[in-house]
């Protein structure tokens, strides 16, 4: 088998593992939410079909779109010349799909992205409001504040660019965009749905933080410290 399809089965069954984490960690509810991740050395993707329950999720469902959503079927060369083709299932890809294709676009460095309506971190979306620093998991994983994005409607690519022009200026790989829930990017699907993960956590304990009493911040310079330790240091 040439190496094109089975790079997209194994995306497909990596993209299909992964919207488990949102069910498992509470992120999501009834079809809401999906996991997308970049087809490496192509301007393709696969993301999760529009309006399939989690339950139902196989990975050969998961549908391969190009880098502006359109659904295909195909390529008519790999990388070493041979044909490659695979099938993609008779359904539509999320309705999130043309905000996804725009961040893969427009940056270059990521290869997964993740949405989800969870409760803190879209509470905190719905009020505008961006979730302070005042935790150091925060620095050590967001660098700093999670950023609010522009309110921007469903439908064409207005979502990603709002999530391309407020993440580019931040550290964050999570955002919060107005009035709709959280946005997270990552070098890959796994380091996204991570990055929704922790998005949602700190969201909740600053909220409960709020309700004590007003959190103290964390001075910059130690976010900076805090945040190169651990992407530079830990864990290496």
Known sequence: MSALPDTIARIRR????????????????????NVSARVPGYDLMVIKPSGVSYDDLTPELMVVTDLYGTPVTGISADADGAAATWENPELMPSSDTA???YVYRHMPEVGGVVHTHSTYATAWAARGEAIPCVLTMMGDE???TIPVGPFALIGDDSIGRGIVETLQASHSPAVLMQNHGPFTIGKDAR?????AVMCEEVAKTVHI?????????IDEAKIEALYARYQNV???
């Open 14 to 33: 990596e993209v299909c593992g992964l919207h488990a984490e949102l069910t498992r960690y509470e992120l999501v509810v009834w079809t809401a939410g």
């Open 99 to 101: 905000a996804h294709a």
């Open 142 to 144: 967001f660098g700093g």
């Open 191 to 195: 380091s996204a749905v991570k990055a």
């Open 209 to 217: 933080s709020r309700q004590l009493g007003e959190p103290l911040p």
């Open 234 to 236: 830990y864990g290496r």
